[in-house]
């Protein structure tokens, strides 16, 4: 599975941005997609994930801020950001998982990961 994610920039503080991700390759396993972010000096953290069916898994800290969606039919998920801070900062990454009965929020849980996307918001 080959993973393209785009649509990072530079940003203002409030503004919003969309990222997209493009999965290719044997994606039949996939059961849920997800982001990630990581800023430089520290983990790697969950921001969202949807699964096949629809659900989707969020941090408390991101809730209301982010919105993860996805096109089945085209292999796509999207990350709608919205009220960007500078905290929000990072280089942020789509993977693929096929783990059942989780909540994916460990990077452990995925298989595939794409080559990120750095997201700037100045103050």
């Known amino acids: 599975v080959q993973l393209q994610a785009s649509g990072g920039g530079l940003v203002q503080t409030g503004g919003s941005l969309r990222l997209s991700c493009t999965a290719s390759g044997r994606t039949f396993n996939t059961v849920a997609m997800g982001w990630f972010r990581q800023a430089p000096g520290n983990k790697r953290v969950f921001i969202a994930a949807?699964?096949?069916?629809?659900?989707?898994y969020y941090p408390d800290s991101i809730q209301g801020r982010f919105t993860i969606s996805r096109d089945n039919a085209k292999n796509m998920v999207y990350l709608q950001m919205n009220s960007l801070k500078p905290e929000d900062t990072a280089v942020y990454y789509c993977a693929t998982s096929s783990s059942y009965f989780t909540r994916y929020t460990d990077p452990n849980e995925y298989d595939y990961w794409g080559q990120g996307t750095q997201v700037t918001v100045s103050s």
């Open positions: 949807i699964r096949e069916n629809g659900n989707t």
